[in-house]
């Protein structure tokens, strides 16, 4: 049975699968009044901070003349899993694991840009799910390389440490350190390796008693879905280890990896 949710999503998505031209600003903007109507059924009142139009043509498995890298990487898909979250108390710390849910709402790979819904479902401090609108960025050594910039708050150290935590990232270490990025093949590589920044919270205020301060390191599979990543806030715990996997939920039939050959 489709409910009045899956309404809402279908008439979003249909905005973006009609084949007109949109700016990278409109598909943003479409994106968190399309999550906000989803969740709440009204439209986005918080404006997300947002970088300059870039342009953008369509919705589709075609993005601005390139082919998706991966079937997993399209708009709709879903994923699931959790977050461990570190939790001090009088008696010491223990870990969490906070159930997420994430769904890819728009992408442009030429651009180096991905975007996104974000769902906490049992935050202790919160009374509801949280639900974010994110943004990423897609290292291609075009437009974004392993190399944060300085608006997101981390520093070179910063970065090859966070990418160090993910073992198919060491054969290319040596060469990001050095800044011989020509020798970084990304291309054949079976991973993309990607940064979600989240940029607003969408169900919920601001005072819900969680921090968007921070953003992610992503590893992303190519072969299977799977991403691992961790979050990064100089004044939150280290290291919250981010686990989610392909997901059919939304999806009509089931999802098998593509790859684009050149």
């Not at 139009?53 to 899993?81: H, I, K, Y």
């Not at 291309?187 to 992610?216: H, Q, S």
Request: glycine residues 8%.
């Amino acid at each position: 049975m489709k409910s009045e949710s899956d309404d809402r999503l279908t008439d979003w998505r249909n905005i973006f699968d009609n084949g007109k031209a949109f700016s990278l600003r409109s598909l943003r903007d479409g994106a968190t009044s399309g999550i906000k109507s989803l969740y709440t059924g009204s439209s986005v009142t918080q404006e997300p901070q947002l970088y300059s139009g870039l342009p953008f043509n369509g919705m589709s498995d075609r993005l601005a003349g390139l082919e998706v890298p991966c079937s997993f990487l399209s708009v709709g898909q879903a994923f699931e899993g959790t977050q461990n979250v570190p939790q001090h108390s009088n008696t010491g710390c223990k870990e969490e694991a906070w159930k997420v849910h994430v769904r890819i709402q728009g992408c442009d790979l030429d651009q180096g840009y991905i975007c996104g819904s974000m769902e906490a479902l049992n935050v202790p401090s919160a009374k509801s799910s949280v639900v974010t609108f994110w943004e990423g960025e897609i290292v291609d050594n075009k437009n974004y390389n392993f190399f944060t910039s300085q608006h997101w708050g981390a520093d070179r150290s910063t970065d090859l440490k966070h990418w160090s935590k993910f073992a198919c990232f060491a054969p290319m270490k040596d060469a990001v350190t050095k800044d011989d990025m020509q020798n970084v093949d990304l291309v054949n590589c079976p991973y993309i390796f990607m940064r979600w920044k989240e940029k607003c919270f969408v169900n919920v205020g601001p005072d819900c008693g969680l921090t968007i301060a921070g953003f992610y390191y992503i590893c992303f599979s190519r072969n299977d879905g799977s991403v691992d990543g961790f979050y990064y806030d100089p004044n939150s715990s280290p290291f919250q280890k981010l686990e989610l996997r392909a997901s059919c939920e939304g999806r009509f039939g089931h999802g098998f990896p593509s790859y684009s050959f050149r």
